[in-house]
């Protein structure tokens, strides 16, 4: 082997092993903010190197039992192929045919209050707080709620719904979040949580006052001006929380 095959080789099972970690972090992290249930919903990231897989918790894991080490790799056609366990059918179905359009990752939880927002008639996330305003055009609406999704057929449905937004809000069901990292999404799972949280709440005291359309459009224009800022500061806040995870003695990246 070349000198040039190893050291690509090393930095390719480095950064496998490093998107293993992000992921199985991910998996503890929403133990921590309430948004695990039982042992359904599903993580999972495209493997580093190889498109036509992507990283997912066995099925049976809780969330708090997830590690770098025990996640399994699956194909688009839902094959495990290295890993001990069984790759959840409605994980496959929601989540390779989004991998499958190039999304690199996929977070589905049934977390409370974006799930309670899901039942609604009119379920926006409205633009009535901070981060609902910076959240408000990322999101994707599915009001057709069609049963259990367990069979592609019915992700890819889910995908086109999707489009090219990063978030779907899936009637009855739950939400999706996406990214190009791990913090990306999992950034974006967590505040749109906190923004369907507060929605809620303010929706129960009565009538809601929303951010002007001036103040939209102008912090709308700031965001997009600061976009490398805003990705150092989603990656600082994943940083923070796998410190935070280390400090409790979590073995998330064993």
Not at 248 to 254: F, H, I, L, V
Request: glycine residues 6%; negative net charge; proline residues 2%.
């Amino acid at each position: 082997m070349s000198d040039n095959t190893q050291r690509t080789s090393n930095y390719d099972h480095n950064k496998q092993m490093n998107s293993r970690i992000d992921l199985a972090a991910a998996h503890r992290q929403a133990v921590n903010d309430g948004f695990v249930e039982g042992i359904d919903n599903h993580f999972t990231l495209t493997v580093p190197g190889h498109p036509d897989r992507f990283y997912l918790n066995a099925f049976g894991l809780h969330w708090s039992e997830v590690k770098a080490s025990n996640l399994i790799e699956v194909t688009l056609d839902g094959q495990v192929v290295a890993g001990t366990g069984n790759a959840n059918l409605s994980a496959v179905s929601i989540h390779a045919p989004m991998h499958r359009r190039g999304i690199a990752c996929v977070l589905h939880t049934h977390m409370p209050y974006a799930t309670a927002l899901s039942q609604l008639e009119d379920m926006t996330l409205e633009p009535s707080s901070q981060n609902g305003m910076i959240l408000h055009e990322l999101v994707a609406y599915d009001y057709f709620y069609n049963g259990f999704a367990n069979i592609q057929e019915e992700g890819e449905r889910m995908a086109e719904v999707l489009g090219d937004k990063q978030i779907l809000m899936l009637a009855n069901h739950g939400v999706v979040a996406t990214g190009e990292t791990v913090a990306e999404a999992y950034h974006r799972l967590y505040f749109l949580e906190r923004a369907a949280m507060t929605q809620m709440i303010a929706m129960a005291a009565g009538r809601r006052r929303m951010i002007a359309n001036e103040v939209l459009v102008q912090s709308r224009s700031i965001l997009q001006a600061s976009k490398q800022e805003f990705t150092t500061e989603i990656n600082l806040y994943f940083d923070a929380v796998k410190r935070v995870l280390d400090t409790q003695g979590s073995d998330y990246a064993n």
